[in-house]
């Protein structure tokens, strides 16, 4: 079974540029979940899609980021303009959706993507 | 208040040797899960194990084992013979059953010194 893919894996981009991730999930993983990792951090969710409907985006900053899930498979999350402070790594991550989209799934993850902001 | 405490920020070890990393958790429910993820150099989150609130028995996978203690509130973790490719960031996470994010914490630095 493929595991979850994403793409670039890095990408460096200057201040108020735009940028955009995409990750494809585990083929019939009702569950996909975008996290950014701060260096020394555990990982923070920004948003978590059940299918193509939005579950939680409560730690989304709206005003920049955007995520979608076209389809309930694919996913694209873009950053625009981009702040010195994005710098992370973007974490993909999905689940069978079993239990709704409740944390109680076990999460798999892609191999992130790496973005330095200068 | 759910809340996960991975205590020791980082443990060297010499290869061989077992070396034990903490967790403990916070939480009000009675029907929760517990995991933890291994995250090496490369960057990627790979899953170790998930565990129910209702299933205390320890599990040994090879040379890694957990040991569950409810009335600790623990769920740590062992590497037995340690070697150098189990140098990674250690996390552990907590779900509940009625939320849909997992807890985590702030994760342990694990050095395995040939």
């Known amino acids: 079974e493929a595991g979850v893919a994403q793409s670039p894996r890095y990408k460096i981009i200057e201040k108020r540029q735009s940028v955009a991730f995409w990750c494809n999930p585990i083929s019939g993983h009702a569950t996909l979940y975008w996290y950014q990792q701060i260096l020394g951090q555990g990982p923070k969710l920004l948003i978590q899609?059940?299918?193509?409907?939005?579950?939680?985006d409560s730690q989304l900053p709206k005003d920049r980021f955007s995520a979608e899930r076209l389809k309930g498979v694919d996913s694209t999350l873009k950053i625009q303009p981009a702040k010195l402070e994005d710098s992370a790594v973007y974490l993909c991550a999905s689940s069978r959706g079993l239990a709704g989209g409740r944390s109680t799934d076990t999460q798999y993850f892609g191999p992130g993507t790496r973005l330095t902001v200068l | 208040a759910q809340k996960v405490t991975q205590a020791q920020t980082e443990i060297s070890v010499v290869e061989k040797e077992d070396v034990t990393l903490d967790c403990v958790y916070e939480?009000?429910?009675?029907?929760?899960?517990l995991f933890w993820y291994k995250q090496p150099p490369s960057g990627e989150l790979v899953f170790l194990i998930r565990?129910?609130?209702?299933d205390e028995q320890n599990e040994i996978s090879g040379r890694y084992s957990w040991n569950f203690q409810k009335s600790t509130s623990s769920f740590n973790f062992t590497i037995t013979a340690s070697q150098v490719v189990d140098s990674a960031v250690y996390f552990c996470?907590?779900?509940?059953?009625?939320?849909?994010?997992?807890?985590w914490g702030a994760g342990t630095k694990l050095i395995i010194k040939p």
């Open positions: 565990r129910n609130s209702f």
């Open positions: 996470a907590l779900s509940e059953s009625g939320n849909y994010q997992l807890i």
């Open positions: 899609f059940q299918n193509n409907g939005v579950v939680d």
């Open positions: 939480t009000r429910d009675t029907t929760y899960y």
